[in-house]
């Protein structure tokens, strides 16, 4: 299945609007082009909706939140909804200041969303409307463990009821789940908090493979965790062996996703449910 | 005659104005910086027609185009025009969204431009008032092959017409005319089309060689097309030697235009005419 | 006293708060991870005087100034200040343009900075009024020589004692001052001018170590010029060993920031005072 799902990006190569932040955007648009997609980024009120209409799949993204692109956010959205394009966002610092927030929760009023991708801090926010995050990583206190992965679950689940959208948690085990279903995903290295972006590369691609795939958003979801996870793994043990930091570990991070194919993907996954 | 081209960048180090879009914008920046000049990106209204006046080229990117920058694009591009200074557009989507369409029709009506380097679908919404744009990226029905060459001739010579510019349209192979003389540069690798930015690269390249050069504009564009196409072939090389990805190919590339000299452009250039 | 600056860092994990430019940003936020600290990126008037209060110190970058951010800084530094937490200016361009001069003029007005840096002809503006700089690089006018080094301590001197600032002028040999005692940093590699970026990273370095060390503003400083310029050359040094150009060096240099350790720091630090 999984195979299957990455191989539709690579034929299909949907086109993937992006309304995101300007920290990570090149790294956003390059991953996607990894995994075999086309990215476009387009903020603009006034044409949002003509380039959410052209495009398979739409990623809202708040990590530089401002005014002007909020709207932006809310139009693209609408179309997509209109379209049956699946919407995948992620509600980056949500928790950390007020306006972000308030604008996840106004997205979530006006928009449907197909995936919802944060770290636990963050989906403690969309669940209870407030959270102690740290800026933009997850709050110490919030960070998942063996024995707490129970209320991380019952928090994803809570948050995807309300939504109708598939909730991913991501942290050392992945939590993915559509309220029915769980999948926990073991995929992953811990260096990749230490690069920004990973979790905003994680959404791009959610968004590829979502765009490829509309009527298996939840495999899609599944299937991108898994390939991003993974990369981080190959990533790691290549920066090792050529004695690398931060910043070599992003540049592999990237190469394993233009890499990554059916046979790595299957022989690497580490999926429970 | 491109080896001093390229050799005057270097004892010139010009300065070039970009307004230019956010997705990428540093590997512009470094790659400006690579090939010896120096980039300086400013883009709001109020300071642009200063920094213009003060650089030697002026480079518009309308990439993440927004509603406040194209009054700038145009301000600067006026203070360009009245100083003598190249000014190169890369109508990066055009096609893809009225907006985009629209202010490049507005920006060819209002500045005079120098260069103006897009891909066949981009060059064809200049020709025609519209095009079947695959988002940022060439329509698939639009790639030149072979026989569609001649095609692809006619509409940048419309175009260069039209503006009076020198139009590139890039592609497998690019095509640099000035309406009267076309060259065909067969320099380059299809990698170019899996990251961001080869194509933002190559006109900040432009803005760099025309800036040291502005009695030169078509030889520089050329020197400038050429010199991209001969960094992505040598990048691929590099990148397959050392197993590398995209993401490692775009390094590669940087550090090929900063490692660029006459003798590796002169033996590797494919220039027909 | 330099390494426990460095070990506070990677111990207390600061929260950054970075209103800057879209260059560079990546760069930026990647550095202070790679240094152990957290970034956040924010500018939006709506959120930064909220995201300032939870955050250990804030970067001001002018770098893509515009009207928009321009009162977002005034509001998010005068936070930090009544909140104690240190504020670093990075007055990129300043001089270039009448906006990032008076800009310039604005923030000292309004807000009490800890530490600015920036080279030696955007201090210069501070100190005159204006300056020469070409673009956002120092003019070759205002280069800093032998014979000229006690100009720029003079005028280091003078900008500490308008504003109360530590002062830091980067160049061949860096100058930081807070008007009583100098130190000079011979740290760094020619290199480091020829990416984008080198002194943006080094202002949000200063940032991520004053935040981990509040009280030790001038050492802090010092620590982050050094480590920032040995970063420069251990990644010039590994540049050559694996045949690479600017974008190796500027991949080397994150990767040296994330694997410096007091011995390295200790070893390698070239200070007179």
Redesign the interface.
Known sequence: MIEEIMRNVKEKRP?VHHIT???????C??IV??CGA??????????VE??AS??DSLVINI??????TIESMIKAGKVANQLGRPVILDPV?AG?????TDTVFRLLNEVKFSVIRGNISEIKTLAHGNGDT????AADADVVTATSREAAVALARNVSKKTGAVVVITGATDIVTDHKDVFFIKNGHEMMA????SGCMLTAVIGAYCGANHERVMQSTVAAVVAMGLCGELAYHKMVATD?????F??????????MNETTLKAGMKIEN
């Open positions: 086109l932040n300007y920290v990570t955007v090149n790294d648009a390059n082009l990894a086309s990215p476009i980024m387009a903020d603009d009120e006034a044409e003509e380039i052209i495009c990590g530089t939140l401002n005014a002007r610092g950390a200041s007020t306006l972000r740290k800026g933009v990583d230490q690069i920004t972006g690398g930091g931060t910043a070599t992003r540049t592999y991070l990237i190469d394993c996703m233009n890499k």
